[in-house]
């Protein structure tokens, strides 16, 4: 069973488009993560979640809103895409116990705007 | 704002050889974790180390904190093709974020 998913794997659309990742996770964690990975593989938070309350959100543009419907889902909704919007997205939710945090990543999802 | 600088970017080295990546912060680092990215995949954890001095193996891999908790390394023994991939350092930067290095794209030659 896999631990976080992330759909689609990969995503190519049109500047202009208004597109949508989702995230799952079946671990029962409370806190889950958006994460941008940029062409030079810098890696970024984007937002926090915890509960399906908004707990993080790192100076992302307002065309990115995230939404929790539920403890186990934070999906991604990206309006009016730009080129620069191109990277791999990365969903993650939170352990915490046994006396540290470890995040838990899924696959990523490649977007591509042309 | 902390930051993670790690070094080297990129890697290549004989199946065999041994090998070494270090992650530096500008900040005193209250949990260091190493994940290892594979091409198409997500990140897998790998370790975390919390106290100055720490060390960790797993096969062979071994990560070290130094006592001023500013700096750590990334140790693989006798490579395999196996161990290609990004390695990725990252710090807790509060309320349970992560902020990581750059990445160190590691290249394995049979």
């Known amino acids: 069973d896999t631990a976080v998913s992330q759909t689609p794997k990969y995503l190519v659309t049109q500047m202009g488009n208004d597109k949508s990742i989702k995230c799952e996770q079946n671990l029962g964690h409370d806190t889950m993560y958006w994460y941008k990975q940029d062409s030079k593989k810098f890696l970024k938070i984007m937002f926090s979640y915890n509960n399906k309350e908004l707990i993080i959100n790192e100076t992302v543009p307002n065309r990115f809103s995230p939404k929790s419907p539920d403890k186990a889902h934070l999906n991604l909704h990206i309006n009016s895409l730009e080129l620069g919007d191109s990277a791999v997205y990365f969903c993650?939710?939170?352990?915490?116990?046994?006396?540290?945090?470890?995040?838990?990543f899924g696959p990523g999802t490649r977007l591509t705007v042309l | 704002s902390q930051e993670l600088e790690q070094s080297p970017q990129s890697l290549i080295v004989q199946e065999g050889k041994n090998l070494t990546i270090n992650c530096t912060s500008s900040k005193t680092l209250y949990g260091l974790y190493w994940y290892k990215q594979k091409y198409g995949e997500g990140l897998i954890f790998l370790m975390m180390l919390q106290k100055g001095g720490e060390e960790k193996s797993h096969e062979k891999i071994t990560a070290k904190l130094d006592e001023k908790k500013q700096q750590s390394s990334l140790h693989i023994t006798a490579s395999q093709p196996s161990h290609a991939g990004i390695y990725l350092c990252?710090?807790?930067?509060?309320?349970?974020?992560?902020?990581f290095g750059q990445g160190t794209r590691l290249t394995i030659n049979p």
């Open positions: 993650a939710s939170l352990y915490t116990g046994g006396g540290y945090d470890e995040q838990f």
């Open positions: 990252g710090a807790t930067g509060g309320a349970q974020k992560l902020v």
